[in-house]
């Protein structure tokens, strides 16, 4: 009997992914480009940063398109008009450098113009140049929906010489984010233990483990490493913790093992005028502490506050700019987080905006 096998295109991660110093040469950018016209998408504040860095990509003579700084359709609209009318032909190959709103941005914009993307994170709190998914917001910084993506980035490029010039701030940021992939995971399988005969969630919820195991031994020296600005085995290791492993967990295990409470609630904060000066990670961060009280884990959210501090994120509300916990801005953000469209409800049962309060209460007590 004979099998047929259809292939498939692997769209879970990158077809490529190079690490390394000084990887951002004009071989890469000539090879990467190859006979077409090609794009750069960068903020203006980053291309000055790395201008030296970016000498190899700059060699190509690549359209330069300023990203506005917000992943909307508005924005990627106006970096498609700009494509087409500042290119002398259609761009085939498009770089985008700097955090995960450029790089998400950048997945759109490849996808509407037809063009293959090389992802250059300038922080490890990027995992977005490492999955297929491309979250979008509304031009107040609220967020819109993810988009799933035809593909990941046909390439990553993690540059040593630009990663280790990323704010600690960022360093502590994206740990937060990546070890909410494992408290996320656990929690939706806790509540769904069927999951667990989907290969791909079983998958998923194995490198999840490992992102902790990884976490438990590099993080410290990851931080120490870029506050003295020097390239060491435990900032290498933080890569593969924070950029790496989440995107393979978001394109394997999928948006049930991506986001749970945690990601809900940071989605939230976005509605709370005062937090808007928060990260991502350090959102996620916070919103961990709360997921595990609703969980009535109250030892594993101590554990993890001091994790947390131990990096330098925040795990209370004053700290992401919200002085009031019983204010305006900290209730439209946890009618947000507690709506039937958010991640909350793979916590696999209803949670009330009251029970909601009474977490977040919780959490800056402990």
């Known amino acids: 009997m004979k099998i047929k096998f259809q292939a498939a295109p692997l769209t879970a991660a990158p077809a490529v992914y190079y690490e390394g110093d000084d990887i951002l040469s004009r071989r890469f950018a000539k090879d990467f480009t190859g006979d077409g016209l090609a794009a750069f998408v960068v903020e203006k504040a980053i291309l000055d940063k790395y201008r030296r860095r970016f000498a190899g990509i700059l060699s190509v003579k690549p359209v330069i398109i300023f990203f506005g700084g917000e992943c909307s359709l508005g924005e990627v609209g106006r970096l498609e008009k700009s494509a087409r009318a500042a290119a002398r032909g259609p761009v085939k190959a498009i770089f985008a450098a700097g955090g995960g709103k450029a790089i998400d ?3 759109i914009l490849a996808a509407r113009l037809g063009a293959r993307l090389a992802a250059i994170p300038t922080s490890t709190a990027t995992c977005a140049a490492f999955t297929s998914i491309a979250p979008t917001y509304f031009s107040d910084g609220t967020k819109r929906k993810t988009l799933d993506m035809a593909k990941a980035p046909d390439v990553c490029a993690a540059d040593y010489g630009v990663l280790i010039r990323q704010p600690a701030r960022l360093v502590a940021a994206g740990i937060a984010d990546a070890v909410a992939k494992y408290y996320e995971t656990s929690a939706y399988v806790s ?3 069927a999951a667990l005969t989907n290969p791909s969630v079983r998958a998923a919820f194995a490198l999840t483990t490992e992102i902790m195991r990884l976490a438990s031994e590099c993080v410290a020296g990851a931080v120490d490493a870029v506050s003295k600005g020097k390239v060491t085995r435990d900032f290498r290791r933080s890569i593969y913790l924070n950029l790496v492993l989440p ?3 978001s394109g394997i295990g999928g948006k049930k093992c991506r986001a749970v409470a945690a ?3 940071c989605n939230g904060l976005g509605h709370a005028p005062e937090a808007r000066g928060s990260l991502h990670g350090e959102r996620v961060g916070w919103g961990l502490l709360v997921q595990l009280m609703l969980e009535g884990k109250k030892k594993d959210a ?4 001091i994790f947390l501090n131990s990096v330098g994120a925040p795990t209370t509300l004053g700290v992401l700019g919200i002085a009031d916990p ?3 801005g900290i209730k439209k953000a946890l009618a ?7 991640s909350m409800r793979f916590l696999g049962r209803k949670i009330s ?4 309060a009474g977490a977040v209460r919780a959490v800056e007590r402990i």
């Open 105 to 107: 941005a950048s997945k």
């Open 191 to 193: 509540a769904n233990p």
């Open 247 to 249: 995107g393979l967990v």
């Open 263 to 265: 990601h809900a609630l």
């Open 302 to 305: 101590r554990r993890l506050k």
């Open 326 to 328: 019983d204010g305006a």
């Open 336 to 342: 947000v987080a507690s709506s039937s469209r958010e």
């Open 353 to 356: 905006r009251t029970e909601l």
